[in-house]
Nanobody, 123 residues
Framework: QVRLVESGGGLVQAGGSLRLSCAVSKRTMDSTGVGWFRQAPGQGREFVAWTTWSGSINYSDFVKGRFTLSGDNGKNTIYLQMNRLEPEDTGTYHC?????????????????WGPGTQVTVSS
């Protein structure tokens, strides 16, 4: 069983920064990579960023230039550095593992999810 645990969320003022972590209990040999999604209150999950285990990274348009993904393969941990945060970035941030091929920006292509960490950005 693969487990993911997010951490690093909190309350920050607009313009501030946070670094989220996603700890993966084990790296499944047949998985392709890790994605981040967020969910604002009353809304569905939206794609934020994605990385393959080999380091190929993609971002959603609304975080490009502000958020940066990185990873520590030795610790099976993926980091999401979030800078210049805006109130619209508020939400619960989840990381997830996608086992098979398929669009990385679609949540239904992901197989394992963490419980999420709350990010609140005040204006």
């Amino acid at each position: 069983q693969v487990r993911l645990v997010e951490s690093g969320g909190g309350l920050v003022q607009a313009g501030g920064s946070l670094r989220l972590s996603c700890a993966v209990s084990k790296r499944t040999m047949d998985s392709t990579g890790v994605g981040w999604f967020r969910q604002a209150p009353g809304q569905g999950r939206e794609f934020v960023a994605w990385t393959t285990w080999s380091g190929s990274i993609n971002y959603s348009d609304f975080v490009k230039g502000r958020f940066t993904l990185s990873g520590d393969n030795g610790k099976n941990t993926i980091y999401l550095q979030m800078n210049r945060l805006e109130p619209e970035d508020t939400g619960t941030y989840h990381c997830a593992i996608k086992r098979y091929d398929g669009r990385y920006d679609r949540e239904d292509n992901y197989d394992y999810w963490g419980p999420g960490t709350q990010v609140t950005v005040s204006s």
